[in-house]
């Protein structure tokens, strides 16, 4: 009998220590008592609103500093528009403290999401998206083909003053790309560096040869590319477009196709794009 009341004994005595323990942490009690009163944003919030944040925070921070449960906040936080990244942490006495990474938007994918320059893709809805992205079209796990292509081919033709407007590859492995004068190119599966390091090398000669503007130009073609132009108005009949024109050019040598090649990206991030 007294075995058993020693027994019960202990059991309030641990209740009584650890019942207060659990109703703090649990948030039942010390909220007033613990409470988070500074709200502390680390990183240049430049596209996600203030407001927004400090209001899908606040429920969170309400439980008080010991009773906070700092992985819901965060998973709170990162379905924010625009937030690539978040960690919420707090600090002694009162402080909960909010790191965010906005995703720095690299190019549209398809029509409704974004590509960010750490390769991952985010939906564009009710997001603000900068004027002047390039749009890309493929298979995601060609995203770092597409941005090695587009950023090389940006480099080709902006000697002459011509960017890449959008750069496509479809489920077998052929590209093609729209020019920001208008032109599409298409490139085929096999060789599509050196097809566009030639055809930009030789695009101010083929421009200055004709006075029309060039409206498409195929260059799966070993020895050549086959062109379409577009009537400039007062030259010519007035059409809208004209045969195709054959371009005979040296053969490209022999090289690996396209989607053997690796494209390495240093430390894990796309480039930025090129100056």
Do not use: C
Request: hydrophobic share 45%; no cysteine; aromatic share 8%.
């Amino acid at each position: 009998m007294n075995a058993f009341l020693r027994l019960v004994a202990w059991l309030l005595a641990l209740a009584l220590v650890t019942l207060p323990v659990v109703a703090v942490i649990q948030g039942w009690v010390g909220a007033e008592r613990w409470p988070l009163r500074t709200l502390r944003v680390v990183g240049d919030l430049e596209r996600v609103d203030a407001a927004h944040l400090r209001a899908t925070v606040m429920p969170h921070a309400r439980r008080g500093f010991f009773a906070v449960r700092l992985e819901d906040a965060q998973a709170a936080v990162a379905t924010l528009p625009w937030v690539e990244s978040a960690e919420v942490r707090k600090q002694w006495p009162d402080v909960l403290i909010v790191r965010v990474e906005e995703h720095r938007p690299f190019a549209w994918w398809g029509e409704d999401r974004l590509l960010s320059e750490r390769g991952r893709l985010f939906p564009a809805a009710n997001v603000a998206v900068p004027k002047g992205l390039p749009r890309f079209e493929g298979p995601v796990s060609r995203s770092k083909d597409l941005v090695a292509l587009y950023n090389e081919s940006r480099a080709l033709f902006a000697p002459i003053g011509v960017d890449v407007q959008s750069l496509r590859i479809d489920a077998r492995g052929s590209w093609s790309m729209t020019l920001s004068s208008g032109a599409e190119l298409l490139l085929g599966r096999d060789d599509a560096r050196l097809r566009l390091a030639r055809f930009a090398r030789l695009l101010p000669q083929l421009q200055a040869q004709d006075p029309r503007t060039l409206a498409r130009a195929d260059l799966r073609y070993t020895n050549g590319f086959a062109l379409t132009w577009r009537e400039t108005p007062g030259i010519g009949n007035g059409e809208s477009g004209v045969e195709r024109t054959p371009v005979a050019v040296p053969p490209l040598p022999a090289t690996r196709t396209l989607a053997s090649r690796p494209f390495p990206i240093p430390d894990s991030r796309f480039p930025a794009f090129p100056t």
